[in-house]
């Protein structure tokens, strides 16, 4: 039983061996931290002295006594999540539906155009957007408001904790047409285009109900593969409020995420068990919201 | 030009409008890049002037000079930060794409005893977000002694779950009696592998090479994090020390800005040259 294992993997050596560089690295710095970040959770670790075990207590600490999580990192990391999510995401699929009506000679133009912020990425961008939001009569917003008459006095609109999560929101979707619009967008070349003259015939009145049943469903895999980007980037953009504002924690929390809070209790604190717990909801979370995009696009039995 | 023009003239009123809609709301959308383009090139009392302006009056490169040429408040060249972040940037895109080249090659078209667990953890993986696990990845560099080293930057990017699964994708529309022909006419596995997966997948290689220069030519956390000597840092990381921080944020502005031009440049160049095979990846980019 065990020499023919071995005899098999022996006549695979070459498979192994192609697979070896991936591996290694994959095993080493993707599935070894997801592991230590669940085995750390259950622990009280400070960096300085061994981690030692308190069971579950990181785990209720954050249900019973975690004020700031459950007035304000949840809060904001859902509201946020909302809009960049699945707001975004319909955006995204309505305006790559929308270039796609283009001319082919038009569209590779526009294309480039919503995709340049993605590509420029946040740290290019900073820029741009600490002058557009600046809180003095400078920053152009403010100054455009101010030339239409619209308001009075400059906004303080990255120290005011009214506007920054709004605006932290505005940005990362203007950011968010990437890999994931792209892939929408080719997604519509691959759909048949019997299928809308067969509709057609089936009853099929107007271009929404086309979009609904036919480009839908036939564009499936590339449905998915946005929304799992579109998850993805949605975590990553933790960091957004920090580079807006240059500050580790926003003013009153206002634009405090998930992301801040893990990195406020790993790298300020120091309470590293306190912030893998952390990090591991965040990873359920964000596992829940790909079971859901598998049970929207993905594959059916016998598909 | 020529069949542009036609295109244009051919089309319904509603696409006209549509086009006109679209075209405002892009030229909305590429505000932002506009800007850094201009930005970089104000002299320095534009770049406070009141009313804002949006355009350089007078561009000058005084912004590059002082980026290139005065230390500023760092000890640390400009251009050791460029080098770092150049080097870096293309030794992760030789090993994304070779390690992801091979491990696709293997999970579309080789037998291999735990494929279907290993690509379940890659499926898994896609979702994966390094942010959320910092604090593990950073225990890790440190006992692989990867600190201040360009492994400490590069290998944590190598395993890219996105790009292997593209990859595969791609070649799992490579016909397998085009390999069998090759193998009974006594190619060597290697040899398939190089001489027929690789040409065949260099649309996906293109795709992948773009979405791992981006993240990679982008990406503070690897400095911010694994690197506590300066002089190993990259240049998005010299950027946020002149962007954050309030003594910076008068003196650094020209700089940031001209800092800003250089990160986003050769994103769009690159994209510029491989837009077409991306969208040719993208048709294959399902997740089966």
């Excluded at chain 1, 999580?69 to 809009?83: D, I, S």
């Excluded at chain 1, 790298?267 to 590293?272: K, V």
């Excluded at chain 2, 193998?183 to 290689?205: C, H, N, Q, T």
Aim: proline share 5%; aromatic share 14%; hydrophobic share 55%.
């Amino acid at each position: 039983m065990k020499l023919s294992l071995l005899r098999r993997m022996w006549s695979e050596r070459i498979a192994y061996a192609f697979m070896a560089p991936f591996l290694l690295c994959f095993a080493s710095f993707i599935l070894l931290p997801v592991f230590m970040a669940i085995l750390m959770s259950f622990t009280s670790y400070d960096a300085f002295r061994s981690p030692h075990m308190i069971g579950f207590k990181n785990y209720a600490a954050l249900l019973t006594q975690d004020t700031i999580f459950m007035k304000y990192a949840l809060p904001n990391t859902l509201k946020f999540a909302f809009f960049v999510g699945p707001i975004g995401y319909l955006l995204t699929f309505f305006l790559a539906w929308l270039i796609y009506q283009l001319p082919k000679s038009v569209r590779d133009i526009v294309t480039l155009a919503m995709y340049a912020p993605s590509m420029a990425g946040g740290v290019a961008l900073v820029v741009v957007w600490q002058a557009a939001f600046s809180g003095d009569y400078v920053g152009y917003l403010n100054n455009f408001l101010m030339r239409m008459d619209w308001i009075q006095t400059p906004v303080l609109w990255l120290q005011d904790p009214k506007y920054l999560l709004n605006v932290m929101i505005l940005v990362t979707i203007w950011m968010s047409f990437g890999v994931g619009f792209l892939a929408m967008l080719a997604g519509f070349d691959t759909v048949n285009r019997e299928l809308y003259e067969a509709g057609r015939i089936d009853g099929i009145a107007n271009r929404l109900q086309e979009v609904f049943y036919i480009t839908v469903p036939s564009m499936k895999p590339q449905m998915l593969f946005s929304a799992v980007m579109a998850i993805v980037g949605t975590l990553k953009a933790g960091a957004i409020s920090v580079q807006l504002t240059g500050l580790p924690i926003t003013k009153q929390y206002a634009g405090h995420l998930m992301l801040n809070h893990i990195d406020d209790y790993a790298f300020i604190r120091f309470e590293l068990g306190y912030a893998s717990m952390l990090s591991v909801v965040l990873l359920l979370f964000s596992y829940a919201a790909m079971r859901f995009s598998y049970r929207l696009f993905g594959p059916k039995e016998g598909d | 030009m020529g069949t542009i023009a036609k295109q244009l003239r051919k089309m319904t009123p509603f696409e006209t409008l549509l086009l006109m809609g679209l075209l405002l709301l892009a030229a909305f959308m590429s505000l932002p890049i506009v800007f850094i383009a201009n930005h970089a090139f104000k002299p320095f009392h534009e770049l406070f002037l009141f009313p804002p302006t949006f355009l350089a009056k007078e561009p000058t490169l005084t912004n590059f000079y002082d980026l290139f040429l005065r230390p500023g408040a760092t000890i640390v060249p400009f251009s050791r930060y460029l080098y770092n972040s150049v080097l870096v940037s293309a030794l992760a895109m030789a090993a994304v794409i070779l390690s992801s080249c091979m491990a696709a090659y293997v999970l579309s078209k080789l037998k291999f005893g735990p494929k279907r667990i290993v690509m379940g953890a890659i499926m898994l993986a896609l979702m994966y977000a390094a942010e959320t696990v910092a604090i593990p990845r950073y225990l890790i560099i440190g006992w692989l002694n990867l600190n201040n080293t360009y492994f400490g930057h590069v290998l944590p990017v190598v395993a890219s779950p996105v790009a292997v699964f593209l990859i595969k994708q791609f070649i799992d529309q490579i016909p397998n009696e085009l390999l069998e022909a090759a193998k009974i006419d006594g190619a060597s596995e290697f040899r398939v592998f190089a001489r027929i997966i690789v040409p065949l997948a260099m649309p996906a290689i293109a795709t992948i090479s773009i979405i791992t220069f981006q993240g990679v030519w982008g990406d503070t956390s690897a400095s911010t994090l694994f690197m506590q000597d300066e002089t190993m840092k990259t240049l998005p990381y010299y950027m946020m020390t002149l962007t954050s921080g309030a003594a910076n944020t008068v003196a650094g502005q020209g700089m940031a800005a001209a800092a800003g031009l250089l990160l986003f440049l050769p994103n769009l160049i690159i994209f510029l040259l491989a837009q077409r095979r991306i969208m040719e990846t993208m048709v294959h980019s399902g997740v089966k």
